[in-house]
């Protein structure tokens, strides 16, 4: 991916046909169709640890339970195009990002994180971001890694 020096495979949507460029059906709704895997289901695994190898999972059809402890929430989709969903609020750091009815969509297809200015804003300085003319905001914790 041009001007992007993190290591990483690709992106792979994931999002509702709806969206797909030529409203193909994404590869994980033809994996269901073709009976490949045994739920509808796709989990994530992101490894805390970013100097560690692999750095993450993608599960299709399931999850992997040495990965987490406790049980999994699921919430109600509310707009089937994006994955969008509605958390109570948002606070990082002990900073509010929004109090509540916060819209999100969770988006395989992108590295961005949008949202509306204000919020936006309130989330990169609670995560200490600087901003970057080149590539945008990049976090404080990552640029002093790097």
Same mark, same amino acid.
Do not use: R
């Given at each position: 991916?041009?001007?992007?020096?993190?290591?990483?495979?690709?992106?792979?949507?994931?999002?509702?046909?709806?969206?797909?460029?030529?409203?193909?059906?994404?590869?994980?709704?033809?994996?269901?169709?073709?009976?490949?895997?045994?739920?509808?289901?796709?989990?994530? !695994?992101?490894?805390?640890?970013?100097?560690?190898?692999?750095?993450?999972?993608?599960?299709?059809?399931?999850?992997?339970?040495?990965?987490?402890?406790?049980?999994?929430? !699921?919430?109600?989709?509310?707009?089937?195009? !994006?994955?969008?969903?509605?958390?109570?609020?948002?606070?990082?750091?002990?900073?509010?990002?929004?109090?509540?009815?916060?819209?999100?969509?969770?988006?395989?297809?992108?590295?961005?994180?949008?949202?509306?200015?204000?919020?936006?804003?309130?989330?990169?300085?609670?995560?200490?971001?600087? !901003?970057?003319?080149?590539?945008?905001?990049?976090?404080?914790?990552?640029?002093?890694?790097?």
């Amino acid at each position: 991916m041009s001007g992007f020096n993190g290591a990483m495979d690709g992106l792979l949507g994931l999002a509702y046909q709806n969206l797909a460029v030529g409203h193909e059906a994404p590869v994980f709704y033809n994996m269901w169709a073709q009976c490949l895997i045994p739920f509808p289901v796709f989990s994530f !695994y992101f490894n805390p640890n970013s100097t560690v190898v692999p750095g993450g999972e993608l599960i299709l059809g399931g999850v992997d339970t040495s990965k987490y402890s406790g049980s999994i929430t !699921y919430v109600h989709v509310t707009v089937q195009g !994006y994955w969008q969903f509605l958390l109570d609020s948002v606070t990082v750091c002990g900073t509010s990002i929004c109090s509540s009815n916060c819209n999100a969509i969770a988006d395989t297809g992108t590295t961005l994180i949008l949202g509306p200015a204000n919020q936006i804003a309130a989330l990169n300085a609670a995560l200490g971001a600087v !901003y970057d003319p080149t590539t945008g905001f990049v976090s404080e914790i990552y640029a002093s890694s790097t």
